[in-house]
């Protein structure tokens, strides 16, 4: 079975980075999805500070991940990115299931 997300080289280090920096009670990163935004979804990244039993765990290159159940299906198979430009650096979601996203990158539809 495929991971629900991947995990690119630069998202593991950032997450790494991250939770190297997190408060002491955090676990790993949560990903969930929250209507708004010009699409109508946005991705929401937060720190887990404890296992809720219904979120999905992915662990890969050394980083924990936990995905909201309601999250999974709007999920599945998207790469996690993360990319640093010039003036901003972002985690990117590769999501096959996006059929349409806002031009700032906040938002989706699926």
Not at 32 to 37: A, Q
Not at 62 to 69: E, M, Q, R, T
Not at 81 to 93: A, L, R, T
């Amino acid at each position: 079975m495929n991971p629900i997300i991947k995990l690119s080289e630069n998202a593991a280090l950032r997450i790494k980075e991250i939770m190297s920096n997190a408060e002491k009670n955090a676990i790993g990163v949560r990903v969930s999805v929250k209507s708004g935004g010009c699409a109508g979804m946005s991705y929401v990244m937060e720190y887990s500070k404890e296992v809720n039993p219904n979120d999905e765990l992915i662990e890969d290159k050394g980083v924990k991940v936990y995905i909201d159940s309601a999250a999974v299906m709007y999920l599945l198979g998207t790469e996690m990115d993360y990319k640093k430009e010039d003036f901003s650096s972002s985690f990117v979601f590769n999501n096959p299931n996006e059929t349409e996203r806002c031009g700032c990158g906040e938002s989706f539809k699926v």
